[in-house]
């Protein structure tokens, strides 16, 4: 099993910048992709960046490229999220969550299915003021 917990979220103004953090336990995600997906109230969780193992390949929704990073740190079993030039659009509660994917290739439709990852945190809730 795979625990994790997210941190960094809070309350930010439009063009800030916030750094999340997603802490895993219980066994090492080094072999994992990771992911970080969001949820707006009223709305379906939306995919936000995804990691395959090693950093090799990072894929982002369209309406965060440029703006987001998401990075790992398998030596302290940690994925992050660099958030910067914050939107209103962008408050939701964000999730971390992990895929044992053993596919080959990894493609970004695949990086970005919800319903593929096995593991998720329970969310830290990121605000935007305009």
């Known amino acids: 099993q795979v625990q994790l917990v997210e941190s960094g979220g809070g309350l930010v103004q439009a063009g800030g910048s916030l750094r999340l953090a997603c802490a895993a336990s219980?066994?090492?995600?080094?072999?994992?992709?990771m992911g970080w997906f969001r949820q707006a109230p009223g709305k379906e969780r939306d995919f936000v960046a995804g990691?395959?193992?090693?950093?090799?390949?990072?894929y982002y929704a369209d309406s965060v490229k440029g703006r987001f990073t998401i990075s790992r740190d398998d030596a302290k079993n940690t994925v992050y999220l660099q958030m910067n030039s914050l939107k209103p659009e962008d408050t939701a509660v964000y999730f971390c969550?992990?895929?044992?994917?053993?596919?080959?290739?990894?493609?970004?439709?695949?990086?970005?299915?919800?319903?593929?990852?096995?593991?998720w945190g329970q969310g830290t809730q990121v605000t935007v003021s305009s």
């Open positions: 990691i395959t193992y090693g950093g090799g390949n990072v």
């Open positions: 969550a992990a895929d044992y994917y053993r596919g080959g290739i990894l493609s970004a439709s695949r990086a970005s299915a919800s319903r593929e990852y096995d593991y």
């Open positions: 219980g066994r090492t995600v080094r072999s994992y992709v």
